[in-house]
T-cell receptor, first 111, second 112 residues
Framework: DSGVTQTPKHLITATGQRVTLRCSPR?????VYWYQQSLDQGLQFLIQ???????AKGNILERFSAQQFPDLHSELNLSSLELGDSALYFC??????????FGPGTRLTVL | DAKTTQPTSMDCAEGRAANLPCNHS???????VYWYRQIHSQGPQYIIH???NNETNEMASLIITEDRKSSTLILPHATLRDTAVYYC?????????????FGQGTILTVHP
């Protein structure tokens, strides 16, 4: 158990819909990272927040957005969903970017 | 971040040492070598990291060559539960910027 929690574990939705994935980092970790893992793209970094502020952005689509709240939990919002958005979404947290602790992931299926 | 090159797959007998190589010839002086693994769709798991000295923890040892252009992750007594994809990542550490760039990794299969 890494100490990072993600909800929900599984999500099935239809194209065009909007979903929110939630992540609670380890106690004391200020950084939260979001990664997407699809069969054809592998593990890809999406976005990082540090103490409430966006710190780094990767290959995140404009239809996707994220935020980190004052209690440090984070949410990843995916809108206008397409079939290709089906993937595992992982959240990770860290103190200073040495080791990142990953959550169990949310499996998103878009039908 | 520097790029890394790893073999696509490796096999290892249970109980033997697994030695996973990684090339990172363009590594910069302030970049660390990190190793993570992912066991079948679980969240990636941090294993170890190092700058230039060899490192050891309860999971593995990391050997970094003197010129820092390559490294080897050693699992001293591999078990079936070590079957996973192992990722070697080079990244500046110790800052609030820490995105991990995952390559294809090495699929390690541990056989009975």
């Amino acid at each position: 158990d890494s100490g990072v929690t993600q909800t929900p574990k599984h999500l099935i939705t239809a194209t065009g819909q909007r979903v929110t994935l939630r992540c609670s980092p380890r106690s004391g970790d200020l950084s939260v990272y979001w990664y997407q893992q699809s069969l054809d793209q592998g593990l890809q970094f999406l976005i990082q927040y540090y103490n409430g502020e966006e710190r780094a952005k990767g290959n995140i689509l404009e239809r996707f957005s994220a935020q980190q709240f004052p209690d440090l939990h984070s949410e990843l919002n995916l809108s206008s969903l397409e079939l290709g958005d089906s993937a595992l979404y992982f959240c990770a947290s860290s103190v200073l970017g040495y080791e990142q602790f990953f959550g169990p992931g949310t499996r998103l299926t878009v039908l | 971040d520097a790029k890394t090159t790893q073999p696509t797959s490796m096999d290892c007998a249970e109980g033997r040492a697994a030695n996973l190589p990684c090339n990172h010839s363009t590594i910069s002086g302030n970049e660390y070598v990190y190793w993570y693994r992912q066991i079948h769709s679980q969240g990636p798991q941090y294993i170890i990291h190092g700058l230039k000295n060899n490192e050891t923890n309860e999971m593995a040892s990391l050997i970094i060559t003197e010129d820092r252009k390559s490294s080897t992750l050693i699992l001293p007594h591999a078990t079936l539960r070590d079957t996973a994809v192992y990722y070697c990542i080079v990244m500046v550490g110790g800052t609030s910027y820490g995105k991990l760039t995952f390559g294809q990794g090495t699929i390690l299969t541990v056989h009975p």
